[in-house]
């Protein structure tokens, strides 16, 4: 298992989530939602992706992403919860076949891009490079996006800061950037739901690429919210984990 991740909670927790960062952040950029899980009995493992956290990138694919977490899922390890962001959920996608079919999983994909066309990666490209070129500081995150915490911005900035050039090569190099399809035979052992942001503040995830009528698959959209959904409503993502009720 590489040792490149952020962990939170106690190992002994009776539930575990297991949270995807997407493209040019890093583990720790989950830091809000996961002591908001360990509130509730979660023991929280967030992985650094290829690429990320300090982590060079030699291997392109969305499957090499996901083939480079398949030893969080030794032995049978299991996840209550499993929460992809932006690219994190293209990942997600490839590690799904890791998971359990004896355990229920929940399965969170956080404004995911389920199609992209060849003028929408070359955009996507163009941003990636404009970002890691001309790191940004957190005060000018902050200035952008005054909803967002000083934390966030300081672990947006360091996210941005830590990726390897290298990994601009993802988009080049996988030829298919089309996951809908998967949504539309959903095994029995997960349960799926899909949180997209306001298309109106350039949402990743289109209301036309969205299966309808899918069991086992939600899909909410999040008016005034925009693509950073953990930052600007966590509420949103924790509202979607089934967790026990006080009883009356």
Known sequence: MSNSASQWGSPTASRR??????????????????QLLVAEGFFVIAPNLLGHGGRRCT???????????????????????VIGHSFGCLVTFSLLPFLPKTKETTVILVDPALELTEAQINGTQNVFLQWTTNVRTAEEHMAENPTWSRRDCVLRMLGIAMVDPNTVEVFR?????????????IPPHLKITILASDPKLGANCSLEHMPRDIERLNAKVLTGIGHWIQYEC???????????RAKL
Do not use: Q
Not at 17 to 34: D, F, P, R, V
Not at 65 to 76: G, I, S, T, V
Not at 234 to 244: E, R, S
């Open 17 to 34: 989530a297991l949270l995807i960062h997407g493209m040019t952040m890093c583990s720790n950029s989950w830091e809000g939602i996961a």
């Open 173 to 185: 190099r996988n030829p298919s950037w089309s996951s809908s399809v998967l949504l539309k035979n």
């Open 59 to 81: 291997n392109y694919r969305i499957s090499d992403f996901a083939e480079d977490l398949r030893p969080y899922f030794a032995m049978d390890t299991s996840f209550d919860v």
């Open 234 to 244: 966590p509420d949103a993502i924790m509202d979607a984990i089934p967790l026990p």
